[in-house]
């Protein structure tokens, strides 16, 4: 794990998480994109599982081919537990069954193979960002019209009782 992971949040930042098992990677990755994101790197799912736990974070883009978990299990085994987190896997390998599982196991938004072009990781990023974004208020609008139909409901059975 990178040591500046333990810094404060920009609270004006996405945050960000990247897991990938080659530290070359996470810096290379840290450099190109910490002036627009709050970047959290982690060498292992184990070690992305626990800042997922202690951060909030929207995004995570993992590699695929890592020891013990591949990008896809790791994927799909943070799902229960953060399921409005937006989920990236990169690959440097053509392998079609990964991204297969990708998608049915991992359910992710997105799959970019390595080695990846800054702009257009940034803007998937941003557009990634964004569903996220649209997807908590559309979250938020539904309880608070769930809210409203039951004040309603109220009303009207104090209504009938008059």
């Not at 450099?31 to 995570?60: C, M, Q, W």
Request: net charge negative; hydrophobic share 40%.
């Amino acid at each position: 794990m990178s040591e500046d992971n333990s810094t404060p949040v920009q609270s004006d930042k996405l945050q960000l998480l990247y897991v990938d098992d080659e530290p070359n990677n996470l810096i290379s990755f840290k450099a190109a994109f910490r002036r627009d994101f709050n970047i959290f790197t982690a060498e292992s799912g184990a070690e992305g599982r626990k800042i997922l736990e202690s951060h909030p974070i929207s995004i995570v883009i993992t590699d695929q081919r890592m020891p013990f978990m591949t990008g896809v299990e790791f994927l799909e085994s943070i799902i229960p537990d953060f399921p409005d987190t937006i989920r990236i896997l990169i690959t440097g390998f053509s392998d079609i069954q990964a991204v297969i599982d990708a998608i049915n196991k991992g359910k992710i938004y997105h799959y970019v193979q390595k080695p990846w072009d800054e702009t257009y990781l940034k803007n998937i990023i941003h557009n990634a960002f964004e569903t996220h974004r649209l997807r908590r208020e559309n979250k938020y609008m539904m309880e608070q019209l769930k809210l409203s139909n039951e004040q309603l409901e109220f009303l009207l059975r104090q209504e009938m009782l008059s």
